[in-house]
Nanobody, 123 residues
């Protein structure tokens, strides 16, 4: 069992930056691939970013490439999402997810999910 808790969301102006954190507990963090997803009201859940167990491989959704960076610190059992050059369309609830396979994370079929943190970007 893994419990995931997101933090770091808030209100920022367009062009600003924000860093989200996801703290994991319950199982060995380093065994899992991690990912970030987001969902805006009235829209489908969207893949944002994923990272493999040791941080050596990352992938990003097209809408955030070049602006967002995913990273992890296994010693702290935490995964991060650094968001730069934020746009109003980035406004959404951001969810942290975990699974034993990178493919599961990128596809959104994950064993574990956090409850989300709200990110609002004003214009």
């Amino acid at each position: 069992q893994v419990q995931l808790v997101e933090s770091g969301g808030g209100l920022v102006q367009a062009g600003g930056s924000l860093r989200l954190s996801c703290a994991a507990s319950g199982r060995t963090f380093s065994m899992y691939a991690m990912g970030w997803f987001r969902q805006a009201p009235g829209k489908e859940r969207e893949f944002v970013a994923a990272v493999n167990w040791d941080g050596g491989s990352t992938t990003y959704g097209d809408s955030v490439k070049g602006r967002f960076t995913i990273s992890r610190d296994n010693a702290k059992s935490t995964v991060y999402l650094q968001m730069n050059s934020l746009k109003p369309e980035d406004t959404a609830v951001y969810y942290c997810a975990a699974d034993g396979r990178v493919a599961a994370v990128t596809s959104g079929i994950c064993a574990y999910w956090g409850r989300g943190t709200q990110v609002t970007v004003s214009s």
